[in-house]
């Protein structure tokens, strides 16, 4: 038997549209688009890196349920309203991953919450039932 756990965060749209913050399937785990406003007070920061921020806080919080953290994201998608916020948001991003690199794809365009709303990261972890993980860099070098 293969358990799916689905982990709700509180966000209020969740109910609304009928969807989860993540879902575990087995040893993989995948986010809905997360932005980074705080859930329970509903407020979000001004600028891009305190929205950075609170997006990993809020993933964090709905990963930890599962014995997950950041540290299992093996993909990360950056949903970016404007190019203009783009070094910022990768430079605050970047103090999360340091010693584990996730591949990323950026995606740069309008968000849904309106102009507020300047970034939405949506993840994919790896989290084996066993913790015998062993990581190796390659660099793959141009012919």
């Known amino acids: 038997m293969t358990l799916i756990q689905h982990v709700k965060s509180g966000g209020k749209f969740e109910e609304i549209y009928r969807y989860s ?3 575990r399937i087995g040893d993989w785990i995948m986010s809905s688009g997360t932005a980074g406003r705080n859930y329970v007070t509903r407020e979000i920061s001004a600028d891009v ?5 609170q997006a990993i806080t809020n993933l964090t919080r709905a990963l930890e349920p599962i014995g997950a ?5 093996v993909h990360i998608r950056v949903f970016i309203s404007s190019q ?3 070094n910022e948001a990768l430079e605050a991003l970047a103090t999360y991953f340091e010693g584990f690199d ?3 794809a950026i995606h740069c365009g309008p968000l849904p919450g309106g102009e507020e709303v300047k970034i939405e990261l949506e993840i994919t972890c790896f989290k084996p039932e066993s ?5 190796e ?4 070098a141009p012919k």
Request: hydrophobic share 45%; net charge positive.
């Open 21 to 23: 913050r993540l879902i």
């Open 49 to 53: 890196t305190g929205q950075v921020h």
């Open 69 to 73: 953290s950041v540290k299992d994201i």
């Open 84 to 86: 203009d916020y783009l």
């Open 102 to 104: 996730p591949v990323h």
């Open 131 to 135: 913790a015998d993980i062993k990581r």
């Open 137 to 140: 860099w390659i660099v793959a």
